[in-house]
């Protein structure tokens, strides 16, 4: 059996890959909108570094002016906890795959972008499904995505650039996440001398790559920079089979430029998906599916909107926080509609956390679980890839089948992404344990 310390690592990731993870939205990210969409999810092999190989459609283009503080904002619920992030950014309109390239401006230890004991109560989606939850307004609030005032050195080099936002979630596996930016730098230099002095952007947790250490730490980098902040403490050991990572010594703050207001869009594209207003009444939920018992690995995420690279979760890693005691049955997520609202995660108390596990949201074409799940007389839908097989016709969208005591998926309209389970773990009668 495995121990209580793997079953929250395993029921934290659970109800994170079901509530959908967290974007950057503002600057204004590639893709946001248009095909190939913006992934919520972490870098991977279908989602590679950088900019997960989503930078073909600059829908806006963010005036970034050096000396003045650019505003950044996120979307999302699935926050993980928090952990620590970066902000970088690359010179030129094509997104450099050496990561020296990636001059970081901006190091953010632990709180980023939430201080939360989990995740964050999901109160609405955008028009692609995308969820989101309470907005703190500030970067000082808890349980709330917070936003940032990023300083942008006053010598930074003039010209098109990429900005990036590099995130290292503290509870779940261990992962990257990468969203990134069109932008253009003006009244800066003209030359690349103090650009050349900043630090590389961190890479870990992706093909290739070093791995931060175990769920429930916060990550110290090795070269945070000279400006960021503290919000949590780096946790010791926290840096895996990564090199060591330091203590920040940051410069003081205290004569950072104010924010530019508004962050002017050089030029304009699609709509934004996000909506600015509240979200509406709640959309009726559809019938609950199986309950997810506590042994229960990884929720299988959707499939990307790139139906024949499908996103691979990594394996769930041995988190150091207490047992977790999932409370209700999986509640299948309404159609993806902006401003349906799901199950709330509350915030843990001292000695568990209770999490609520959604059903995972549905990706961009592929219609909402509804009904018991078939397989298509006419084959396997377009979306699902060559890992999906079809499950019986009796077993609903959201529920999980045991293909073999060694396979299992989650069920959606007729077809699962199919996963081995967790050594020492068997899957029988749609359970795992």
């Known amino acids: 059996m495995p121990s209580f310390s793997s079953i929250l690592g395993i029921a934290a990731l659970a109800a994170s890959y079901a509530s959908a993870h967290v974007i950057m939205i503002e600057p204004h990210p590639f893709n946001l909108d248009t095909e190939p969409l913006y992934q919520t999810w972490p870098l991977s092999a279908d989602l590679p570094f950088p900019c997960q190989g989503r930078t073909q459609h600059a829908e806006e283009v963010t005036k970034v002016t050096a000396g003045k503080t650019q505003?950044?904002?996120?979307?999302?619920?699935?926050?993980?906890?928090?952990?620590?992030?970066?902000?970088?950014?690359?010179?030129?309109?094509?997104?450099?795959?050496?990561?020296?390239?990636?001059?970081?401006?901006?190091?953010?230890?632990?709180?980023?972008?939430?201080?939360?004991?989990?995740?964050?109560?999901?109160?609405?989606?955008?028009?692609?499904?995308?969820?989101?939850?309470?907005?703190?307004?500030n970067d000082t609030g808890k349980e709330c995505t917070k936003q940032f005032n990023i300083p942008i050195p006053k010598d930074?080099?003039?010209?098109?650039?990429?900005?990036?936002?590099?995130?290292?979630?503290?509870?779940?596996?261990?992962?990257?996440?990468?969203?990134?930016?069109?932008?253009?730098?003006?009244?800066?230099?003209?030359?690349?001398?103090?650009?050349?002095?900043?630090?590389?952007?961190?890479?870990?947790?992706?093909?290739?790559?070093?791995?931060?250490?175990?769920?429930?730490?916060?990550?110290n980098f090795p070269e945070p920079g000279d400006y960021g902040k503290v919000i949590e403490q780096g946790t010791p050991g926290s840096e895996g089979t990564c090199e060591k990572g330091v203590e920040p010594n940051f410069k003081d703050e205290g004569a950072a430029p104010a924010p530019e207001n508004p962050s002017a869009p050089v030029t304009s594209g699609a709509p934004s998906a996000v909506p600015s207003a509240q979200p509406s009444s709640p959309a009726t939920p559809a019938q609950p599916s199986a309950p997810v018992?506590?042994?229960?690995?990884?929720?299988?995420?959707?499939?990307?909107?790139?139906?024949?690279?499908?996103?691979?979760?990594?394996?769930?890693?041995?988190?150091?926080?207490?047992?977790?005691?999932?409370?209700?049955?999986?509640?299948?997520?309404?159609?993806?509609?902006?401003?349906?609202?799901?199950?709330?995660?509350?915030?843990?108390?001292?000695?568990?956390?209770?999490?609520?596990?959604?059903?995972?949201?549905?990706?961009?074409?592929?219609?909402?679980?509804?009904?018991?799940?078939?397989?298509?007389?006419?084959?396997?839908?377009?979306?699902a890839g060559p890992d999906y097989q079809a499950c019986p016709a009796d077993v609903q969208s959201g529920m999980l089948h045991c293909f073999s005591e060694t396979t299992w998926g989650i069920c959606n309209q007729g077809w699962a992404y199919v996963s081995a389970v967790a050594p020492g773990t068997k899957c029988i009668d749609g359970l795992i344990s």
């Open 71 to 137: 505003l950044v904002k996120f979307w999302g619920s699935a926050v993980h906890g928090g952990g620590s992030c970066q902000f970088s950014v690359a010179y030129g309109k094509e997104a450099p795959k050496d990561p020296s390239k990636w001059h970081t401006i901006y190091s953010i230890i632990g709180g980023c972008p939430a201080e939360a004991a989990g995740n964050i109560q999901t109160t609405g989606k955008d028009p692609h499904g995308r969820e989101n939850g309470p907005e703190c307004g």
């Open 156 to 219: 930074m080099q003039n010209g098109p650039a990429i900005f990036a936002w590099t995130w290292f979630n503290k509870i779940g596996n261990r992962e990257m996440y990468m969203v990134c930016a069109p932008i253009e730098v003006v009244g800066g230099k003209d030359d690349s001398s103090f650009v050349d002095t900043l630090p590389p952007v961190f890479r870990a947790n992706i093909p290739g790559e070093c791995t931060t250490g175990a769920s429930g730490s916060v990550i």
């Open 293 to 383: 018992q506590s042994s229960v690995p990884v929720v299988q995420p959707s499939a990307p909107v790139q139906p024949s690279a499908p996103v691979q979760p990594s394996a769930p890693t041995e988190p150091s926080a207490p047992a977790v005691q999932p409370s209700v049955p999986v509640q299948p997520s309404a159609s993806a509609v902006p401003s349906a609202p799901s199950s709330v995660m509350p915030p843990a108390p001292s000695s568990m956390i209770t999490t609520t596990v959604n059903a995972p949201a549905q990706p961009t074409g592929v219609p909402a679980p509804s009904q018991p799940a078939a397989p298509v007389a006419s084959g396997k839908p377009s979306w």
